[in-house]
């Protein structure tokens, strides 16, 4: 898996709707079991996304999380993505800006929350 992971950066991200379903919940579960033990992530999602002006919709982790790690999380969540999904499939990871973790927030559930 290493190499793999490959970072970029969107001019603009549309939430779509949340992504539910039972293969998405054993995903969730998983995810959120891995990030009890992670102190940066705070809260994460699993969405349905747009790009820019792209009509392709794709299913991301989109997550409010501190700045340390991140490829660490990165890796974390592409590790158990691929436990349960074939190993050609991909899934992007978020790292939301405050207004993003806001309108994400109006459109969907987290999955994973740090409890204070």
Request: proline letters at 6%.
């Amino acid at each position: 898996m290493p190499g793999r992971v490959k970072a970029f950066h969107v001019p603009e991200i549309t939430f779509v709707g949340e992504q539910t379903g039972a293969v998405e919940h054993e995903l969730k579960v998983r995810l959120a079991t891995r990030f009890r033990s992670d102190p940066q992530v705070n809260e994460a999602y699993l969405v349905r996304v747009r790009y820019g002006d792209s009509p392709e919709i794709k299913v991301a982790v989109c997550l409010e999380a501190g700045d340390e790690f991140v490829s660490q999380i990165v890796e974390a969540t592409a590790n158990e993505f691929h436990r349960i999904f074939n190993p050609d499939e991909s899934m992007d990871v978020v790292f939301l800006s405050p207004e993003q973790h806001a309108r994400i927030a109006s459109l969907a559930q987290p999955f994973y929350r740090r409890q204070a």
